[in-house]
Nanobody, 122 residues
Framework: QVQLVESGGGLVQAGGSLRLSCAASGRTFGNSAMGWFRQAPGKEREFVAEIYWNGVTTNYANAVKGRFTISRDNAKNTLYLQMNSLKPEDTAVYYC???????????????WGQGTQVTVSS
C-alpha cells in the first residue's frame, strides 16, 4: 500500500496560481499511474488529471486543460499539480491517488491521500 500526503492548498484570488504536491511512501511509486481528483461540497469526486508512470503521458479534464499541469518526480516519490488561471469553480478539496490502470474513474484508483483544500475567491 502507498501512503499519500497532499500539500500546497490554500486561498487564492481568481486568476492566481497554486502548486499542489503529493508525497508518496510505501510500496514502489514508479510503477503506478497517478491522478488528481477534486470534490466540491455537494458534488461527486471528479477527475482532474492523470500521468503515466513514465512521467510523459498525461491526460486532463476539459475543465482544466490549458490551465493545469500534472508532473511527477519518481526519484522523489512526489506528484505535482501546477494550477494557473484559477477560477472560483476550481474550489474543491483536491486528492491525489494511485492506479495500476490508465483511467479517469475514481473507482480504478486504489490509494488516496487525505486531500488539500483549494479555495478561489472571485
Amino acid at each position: 500500500q502507498v501512503q499519500l500526503v497532499e500539500s500546497g492548498g490554500g486561498l487564492v484570488q481568481a486568476g492566481g496560481s497554486l502548486r499542489l504536491s503529493c508525497a508518496a511512501s510505501g510500496r514502489t511509486f514508479g510503477n503506478s499511474a497517478m491522478g488528481w481528483f477534486r470534490q466540491a461540497p455537494g458534488k461527486e469526486r471528479e477527475f482532474v488529471a492523470e500521468i503515466y508512470w513514465n512521467g510523459v503521458t498525461t491526460n486532463y479534464a476539459n475543465a482544466v486543460k490549458g490551465r493545469f499541469t500534472i508532473s511527477r518526480d519518481n526519484a522523489k516519490n512526489t506528484l505535482y499539480l501546477q494550477m494557473n488561471s484559477l477560477k472560483p469553480e476550481d474550489t474543491a478539496v483536491y486528492y491525489c491517488a494511485t492506479s495500476r490502470l490508465w483511467s479517469t474513474s475514481a473507482l480504478d484508483y486504489n490509494d488516496w491521500g487525505q486531500g488539500t483544500q483549494v479555495t478561489v475567491s472571485s
